[in-house]
């Protein structure tokens, strides 16, 4: 009895010594697995966050980038220029509406321009309603992103001119569906999950605007930087700071929460789960883990260290599986960063093939080429980019967040130069491509890093490649077109030669013979019918020489090379009121001397297209031609008071004819600034502009 009371005594302190070596045991097993369950789920918010913030981050600074580019176009500055010095210029307003009504058509939603007292000039589209739902972008001035049913761009930037004077602003808003999208996508995170998009707070209260994505929809709270827990996750991604955290949120409920900064827009962001779903299937089945603890005990220590076998080989295949889901995070984040690099060479690539489509100078092309290229490199703000051309280089200044690259310099090149640029060239410069036209070298399109970082990618040497072969073309049609306008230049010249010096002397020759004929045939007394034949030869031959001679100064301006520009204008002009009785003046408010033969024989011929339209389809009855010089400014101006032309069909009409097509090529080989207007009086006004200082 007495053993049999100690084997009881032996098995009851036996069982309770295993009960508590098994719930203690249990209890640290859960504990293990929670916090398992913990980093793996933080890590996974982690990742989901970063790829959120690079969305929203590219998605906000491609939307105002857009509206700071669209308050650089030569056309809305021209516009409202012209508004603010004649609010009732029609013209003006007619050119900004139309510039403003195709912003639709380039992604804004809503656009509207002002003057610079603030007055509105001109708009489309219609603004977000709910602009109380805004979150302030204090990175950028004036911007914010408004929630009306959808993410809303809403960007304001000032207008400048030539001078940075301030001239207007224009407001822009921008609809981002693809940010919706991904902002309410936090169903497949738990019913629990929630996504925080939060503004600093503003006038220094602890107050923060934010929007709450939640799986019943996307709302606008405001929230306390501070709680009785003190700073929200929140608050510390406002401060700079990222990291995943165990937290009573705002509700006061304990979260699994992480969260990050998004420093390029000035918000802040977190992403949590409430840990009651996260451990809701643990808690589920601790009930039966209880039970199943039960029976081991009864199956004494067999079954025990069978369980905790169990166990460990469970602990392993988590551990195994977390490894796993790491090394596919990291891989997944390795290639998304390549897929995001790739996708902006291409982009780069395909927007350099766009503009340089356009008639564009060699300054304008490398410009786009510097605006779209460093932006694509893998380390935009350490990089530079160099074009040389003709004996031209063309630096890039270095990218920012705020300003796209530009050309920073432009100097000729000249022996000394080029072997220095040579020397430095070797630990410096990353890629490296010639550009050849027609199988000749004429240059070449460098990337550079600092010397102490040669970041040299097979990828981006690529996209070097292709565009400088995309440059390539482009100079060899732009050579072509130029050689054909020379053909022409020169035929007109030959033709014109001939006429004068060969076949006008000849007939000149038939009507002295004509003449002697005559003065023969009347001496001799022969038949007076004969006699008028041969007076008639002589005066048809002497018609046709003053008419060759009148056709080879349309050919060969022989004033132009003898006395200059407003010489040959001015002959131009008499010779057109002679041959087609009209009223043709040519004033000029002094002398003005063109030194370039080239740039005076391109001037000389889009006077003389001018006025030939203006005569043959025109029927102008009055024409003044005007050479003018203002700062440094050379303007040509060719007015006349024919049937001019309607603004809808403006476009159409200077798109369509091939004279005017190479009156604006030869403005482009000018690098001149080539326009044709509609006069108020009636009529139509062709003026060419160019710098000469």
Not at 614 to 641: E, F, K, P
Request: glycine share 6%; with cysteine; charged share 20%.
């Amino acid at each position: 009895m007495l053993l049999t009371r100690d084997d009881r005594k032996i098995s009851i302190i036996g069982g309770i010594l295993l009960l508590g070596l098994t719930l203690t045991t249990g209890l640290a097993v859960y504990n293990a697995m929670r916090q398992q369950i913990e980093s793996v789920l933080g890590r996974g918010l982690d990742v989901a966050l970063q790829g959120k913030a690079l969305l929203i981050e590219s998605q906000v600074e491609k939307g105002v980038a857009d509206t700071q580019t669209l308050a650089l176009r030569p056309f809305f500055i021209k516009s409202i220029q012209e508004l603010n010095a004649e609010p009732g210029d029609q013209n003006a307003m007619a050119d900004l509406m139309r510039n403003v009504n195709s912003l639709p058509d380039a992604g804004f939603s809503a656009a509207i321009v002002y003057d610079q007292h603030g007055k509105p000039l001109a708009q489309s589209g219609q603004f977000s309603e709910n602009q109380h739902q805004a979150l302030s972008l204090n990175k950028y001035a004036h911007a914010f992103l408004i929630w009306d049913e959808q993410f809303v761009l809403r960007t304001s930037t000032d207008v400048l001119d030539g001078d940075k004077q301030l001239i207007g602003s224009i407001v822009t808003e921008i609809r981002l569906p693809k940010l919706t999208r991904r902002f309410s996508e936090i169903r497949s995170i738990g019913n629990t999950g929630e996504f925080i998009l939060c503004a600093p707070p503003v006038h220094k209260t602890k107050e923060m605007a934010c929007l709450v994505s939640q799986i019943d929809g996307i709302k606008f709270k405001r929230l306390m930087r501070e709680t009785n827990s003190g700073v929200l996750p929140v608050g510390h991604a406002l401060d700079g700071q990222h990291g995943v955290v165990a937290v009573k949120d705002y509700r006061q409920i304990p979260v699994i929460e992480a969260y990050a900064p998004l420093r390029a827009i000035g918000l802040g962001m977190t992403l949590k789960l409430d840990e009651e779903e996260l451990f809701a299937p643990i808690n589920q089945e601790l009930r039966f883990i209880i039970l199943y603890l039960a029976g081991l005990i009864l199956a004494e220590i067999l079954l025990l260290n069978w369980f905790v076998r169990k166990l460990i080989q469970s602990e392993r295949a988590a551990q195994h599986t977390q490894k796993i889901a790491e090394q596919f995070s990291i891989e997944l984040s390795h290639k998304e960063t390549e897929l995001r690099e790739r996708l902006k060479e291409i982009t780069c690539l395909y927007e350099i093939r766009r503009s340089i489509g356009m008639e564009l100078s060699i300054e304008t092309v490398c410009q786009n080429i510097f605006i779209h290229l460093i932006p694509a490199l893998q380390y935009p703000q350490l990089a530079t980019a160099v074009i040389e051309l003709d004996g031209w280089r063309y630096i890039s200044g270095r990218s920012n967040l705020s300003l796209a690259p530009h050309v920073l310099t432009k100097e000729k090149i000249s022996e000394q130069s080029r072997t220095k640029t040579r020397m430095e060239r070797n630990p410096a410069c990353t890629c490296w491509s010639f550009i050849s036209v027609n199988g000749k070298m004429c240059g070449n399109l460098r990337v550079f890093y600092p010397a102490d970082k040669p970041f040299l990618l097979q990828e981006e040497q690529k996209l070097v490649n292709a565009i400088a072969g995309d440059l390539e073309s482009w100079l060899e049609r732009k050579h072509l077109e130029q050689a054909v306008i020379s053909i022409a230049e020169d035929q007109a010249h030959t033709i014109g030669q001939e006429l004068h010096d060969n076949v006008g002397q000849q007939i000149a020759a038939i009507g002295y013979q004509a003449q002697a004929l005559e003065k023969k045939m009347t001496t001799a007394g022969n038949d007076e019918n004969i006699t008028k034949v041969a007076a008639s030869i002589a005066s048809q031959a002497q018609t046709a020489v003053i008419q060759i001679k009148q056709l080879a100064r349309g050919l060969l301006p022989f004033e132009l090379e003898a006395n200059g520009l407003a010489s040959a204008l001015k002959t131009l002009a008499d010779r057109v009121a002679a041959t087609y009785h009209i009223g043709c003046d040519f004033l000029s408010n002094h002398d003005i001397i063109v030194k370039d033969n080239n740039v005076a024989l391109n001037l000389y011929r889009i006077a003389q297209e001018a006025i030939n339209n203006a005569i043959r389809h025109g029927h102008a009855r009055h024409i003044v031609m005007m050479l003018s010089t203002h700062d440094n400014v050379l303007r040509l101006s060719i007015c006349d008071d024919g049937q001019g032309f309607s603004y809808k069909d403006t476009d159409r009409q200077l798109t369509s004819g091939m004279g005017l097509k190479i009156m604006q090529y030869r403005a482009k080989q000018l690098d001149a600034q080539l326009d044709i207007l509609a006069r108020h009086e009636g009529g139509t006004e062709v003026r060419l502009e160019k710098r000469i200082g």
